[in-house]
């Protein structure tokens, strides 16, 4: 990453889409980068697209060819960012601070070349400590790298949390904030569980577990780059200027809770296969496929019984058509398929949980008690996530976060 | 440039905003490029961003501060193209040909670095021949360059033009093609003038005078280029596949008459101030200061008498605020200022007009007949221009039109 000596009072500031939505609330946010800078900091900003922005891309590209991923998607979507950038610079300007919109290719933060999902292997940090240095704010397109051969890359959805994670790690920052339209990661969505609490902190495992399982708070990537580099994350909203909720290491943090969480993913799809051919080469060859062409496998399980061997995995709703096209190709005529959307994962995360065998059992009994039916189980020392239809996802998260004490954190 | 020697079978072609305009434009474009291909072509595209996209990029620039203008101005207008480009790659990939979206950074497109209308000093075109010769189809960002130190610069409107000639140039090839949305250069704006005919040969000077007076059609500079390369141009439409208009070097065309074309720019703004301090400093400077800003003056005339010194101006209507504010802090506070708008320009061009003196004549008599008061007036060795009040512009256009003889061509 070319760690660099931490410079006194470099801040990365990452505002993500509504944050930068329309030019009202980019004079927001230069409005309080120039508040910053009076109170000694020096900003090193990272901005995404304006929100509704990258929808309107993909839109575009999905008439031509839904299925195309590559070099020209990747293209088109960073596209987003550098119109934000762009127009924050200005707005920087206009109040009287110097600022300059960089996109990743002149930042160098340089990616492996897996279009759509790219992973950032090193960011030179120098020609922004120089700016810095000059007195000029950098203002840095998230979401987007260049590959070592000057191919423009995509980082994935939330990839611009990533992007400012890599450039505090980069700059030897200690922290790094995400600026969003929330005021602090809750409990649990307060929009399904109204009595979803703010969390004050938690540890880049919980975080980490949060993000995979569907918490659109942070990029998954993101935490694990600041686990990697020990970067703290603060997440803050853009409109107030009070604190947020800190992911620190878990030693940091005084006391845990045995769950200190409830999540969901509400675009769950759940494919059943019966039956596939017997032995691993079938597998291994279906989820290689599947690997190619960029289709995230969450959930697996596959049994077998006399009659044959069974498979179900679950997908993002987003890569359903993906999934189901390289499906129909590697399963036999004989093989049935079916599909299973209107699936939603709920999970309860909490590095408590190493220690308190009971979790499992007191989920479950939740689930039970209310009649959820139960489709995919998977669960790790930290969390316990399982697949319910869409219609009982708001009950059980209710009850859940009621179970496990989340109400009164 | 970095001349390299033709590549046989290659062909620049250039499609502008209304070609590209909608995806299903971009797919009728990505259509005839395979025709093209399958007759043997090695194409190498240039397309501006979609038509009303630089439109709403700089209605979005202004919001934030009308007279902003700078790197990032020049980075928020080079998306447009980016997004073009992108999608034009993925319906040629479609119908099965190999195509990559190339940016003027990946290209080599260097410019120097006077923003929103830079100069191309180089384009190292070795990239794109390696491209073609691999059996792929470059899709390059019109409009856009960047400087040696990895800035991105924007050509000024029409600059996708530019590109097209210099990628021609530095492929060493004979012509280019520009695909437009009318099927050839007219000798007058047809919706002016309903008799304006289609024209087969014009002189590159001729182009030139036309460009730089009003007509649409090609950008100045990109016909500067072309004379500088050798570059003819074949502007044809996009939409039908017979030939349009052949741009040649003077020698080629077999017979120029006197006056080739009606050309007109109807937004014109005209300043004229009095008293202006006498003596060459002030005028010095105003012009200095203006040049600064990017404003293009066009006619200048200076008059003087016992009461002091006259002085008017025109410039284009854009750049009418950023005119007018140089102008405040220039001029004394007795200085009167008047900004006379609702103007228009009306010239005549022809390379024939050289052997003819009486054409200047004739041009007056028609407008003097027609009692259209004259405000300001140019001429060259190949054109007459008069500013006139643009509610007269119709009338004159096509009496002129006719006097010339054009409607007969």
Request: proline share 4%; charged share 25%; with cysteine.
């Amino acid at each position: 990453m070319g760690l660099m000596k931490a410079q006194e009072g470099i801040v990365v500031k990452k505002f993500g889409g509504t944050s930068v939505g329309s030019i009202e609330r980019i004079e927001a946010v230069a409005e309080r980068i120039l508040q910053d800078t009076k109170a000694g900091q020096l900003p090193v900003v990272v901005a995404s697209a304006m929100s509704g922005e990258t929808n309107r891309l993909v839109r575009l590209a999905a008439d031509i060819d839904p299925f195309y991923r590559g070099l020209a998607y990747d293209m088109l979507l960073a596209s987003g960012e550098q119109v934000s950038i762009a127009l924050l610079a200005m707005a920087l300007e206009k109040r009287g601070l110097k600022a300059i919109p960089l996109l990743a290719y002149q930042v160098g933060i340089q990616t492996d070349s897996i279009f759509s999902k790219a992973r950032i292997q090193e960011v030179k940090g120098q020609r922004l400590l120089e700016l810095v240095k000059q007195g000029i704010i950098p203002v840095v397109a998230g979401f987007q790298g260049v590959t070592i051969d000057d191919r423009i890359t995509t980082l994935g959805r939330g990839g611009s949390d990533t992007t400012a994670v890599a450039l505090a790690a980069s700059l030897g920052c200690e922290a790094c904030e995400i600026y969003t339209d929330v005021p602090a990661v809750y409990t649990a969505d307060p929009r399904l569980v109204p009595k979803a609490q703010e969390i004050p902190v938690l540890s880049f495992e919980e975080m980490m577990e949060m993000a995979s399982l569907g918490s659109k708070v942070l990029h998954f990537r993101c935490v694990e780059l600041a686990v990697k580099f020990g970067v703290k994350i603060h997440v803050r909203s853009t409109f107030e200027r009070r604190e947020g909720t800190w992911v620190v290491p878990e030693g940091e943090r005084m006391e845990a809770p045995v769950v200190s969480s409830v999540t969901h993913d509400a675009q769950t799809v759940v494919f059943k296969i019966f039956p596939v051919p017997f032995g691993p080469g079938f597998l291994a060859q279906l989820f290689e496929r599947l690997a190619e062409k960029g289709v995230v496998v969450d959930i697996i399980t596959q049994s077998q019984n006399e009659e044959g061997q069974r498979l179900a995995f679950s997908v993002n709703e987003e890569d359903r058509p993906l999934a189901e096209q390289v499906l129909r190709q590697q399963v036999e005529d004989h093989s049935q398929i079916v599909v299973m959307d209107q699936m939603a994962k709920i999970s309860t995360v909490g590095v408590g949980m190493r220690n308190h065998p009971g979790v499992a059992s007191r989920f479950f009994k939740v689930l039970h008690d209310l009649e959820v039916p139960v489709h995919l189980v998977t669960t790790s020392e930290i969390k316990i996530s399982a697949v319910i239809d869409k219609s009982n996802l708001e009950v059980a998260a209710r009850a859940l976060h009621q179970a496990f004490s989340l109400e009164e954190s």
